[in-house]
T-cell receptor, first 113, second 114 residues
Framework: NAGVTQTPKFQVLKTGQSMTLQCAQD?????MYWYRQDPGMGLRLIYY?????TTDKGEVPNGYNVSRLNKREFSLRLESAAPSQTSVYFC????WGRGPEAFFGQGTRLTVV | QQQVKQSPQSLIVQKGGIPIINCAYE??????FPWYQQFPGKGPALLIA?????SEKKEGRFTISFNKSAKQFSLHIMDSQPGDSATYFC?????????????FGTGTLLAVQP
C-alpha cells in the first residue's frame, strides 16, 4: 500500500520555466490537496479538490494551476516559475468517510534559480 | 493572517524530559485539532488528534490538552526519547465537511538529547 506518491522528489528550474508536479493516491480518497512548506511558515494550502472534477483555491494559489485528472491523480503546474516558488511541495489526500486523517506524500523539493 | 499560532519555534530537552508545545487558534468554527510529526526529508504524519468535546487525550507517551474557552491546545511528550526528535505541527480544521482543509501552525523543531 503506497499511500500518496509524488514525483519528482527534487527539481531545479530556471526562472520562467514551467513544470508539473505529479501526485497519485491509492486509498480511494475523494479529497486531495497541494501544500507548500517554507521555513518558519508551516504548511500552506495552495489548491484542493473535494472530489473528482472539482478544484478550488486555497490560501496561496497565485502562480499555480491544478488538474484533478481522475480520482487517483492531482497535478500541480507552475506555468512560469519564479524564485519565490522555491519550496517543498506536499500532496495530501483524505476522506471523512474513511476517517479524519489526512495522508501526506514524501514531498517535492523545488528550487527556482 | 496566522489563524493557528504555535510556540516555541524550537525546543531542546534531555532524554526523559517532558517537552510541551502550545498552539492557539482564532476561528471558533474549527473543531478538529491534529498534531503532525515530520522527520527530515519526509512528509508530515498524523500523531494524535482531539475534538472539543474532551479536554485531554492520551495515546502512548503523547497527550493533547485542550482548553476550548481559551482557544488553546498543547502537546505533551512524556519520557521523551532521542527518536522523538522531529518537527511538530499543530493544525486545525472543520470536522466532517466536504474536505479536511488543514490550517497549520508554523512548527516546532524538537531536539531530545541523549
Amino acid at each position: 500500500n503506497a499511500g500518496v506518491t509524488q514525483t519528482p522528489k527534487f527539481q531545479v528550474l530556471k526562472t520562467g520555466q514551467s513544470m508539473t508536479l505529479q501526485c497519485a493516491q491509492d486509498m480511494n480518497h475523494n479529497s486531495m490537496y497541494w501544500y507548500r512548506q517554507d521555513p518558519g511558515m508551516g504548511l500552506r494550502l495552495i489548491y484542493y479538490s473535494a472530489s473528482e472534477g472539482t478544484t478550488d483555491k486555497g490560501e496561496v494559489p497565485n502562480g499555480y494551476n491544478v488538474s484533478r485528472l481522475n480520482k487517483r491523480e492531482f497535478s500541480l503546474r507552475l506555468e512560469s516559475a519564479a524564485p519565490s516558488q522555491t519550496s517543498v511541495y506536499f500532496c495530501a489526500s483524505s476522506d471523512w468517510g474513511r476517517g479524519p486523517e489526512a495522508f501526506f506524500g514524501q514531498g517535492t523539493r523545488l528550487t527556482v534559480v | 493572517q496566522q489563524q493557528v499560532k504555535q510556540s516555541p519555534q524550537s525546543l531542546i530537552v534531555q532524554k526523559g524530559g517532558i517537552p510541551i508545545i502550545n498552539c492557539a487558534y482564532e476561528n471558533t468554527a474549527f473543531d478538529y485539532f491534529p498534531w503532525y510529526q515530520q522527520f527530515p526529508g519526509k512528509g508530515p504524519a498524523l500523531l494524535i488528534a482531539i475534538r472539543p468535546d474532551v479536554s485531554e487525550k492520551k495515546e502512548g507517551r503523547f497527550t493533547i490538552s485542550f482548553n476550548k474557552s481559551a482557544k488553546q491546545f498543547s502537546l505533551h511528550i512524556m519520557d521523551s526519547q532521542p527518536g522523538d526528535s522531529a518537527t511538530y505541527f499543530c493544525a486545525a480544521s472543520v470536522y466532517g465537511g466536504a474536505t479536511n482543509k488543514l490550517i497549520f501552525g508554523t512548527g516546532t523543531l524538537l531536539a531530545v538529547q541523549p
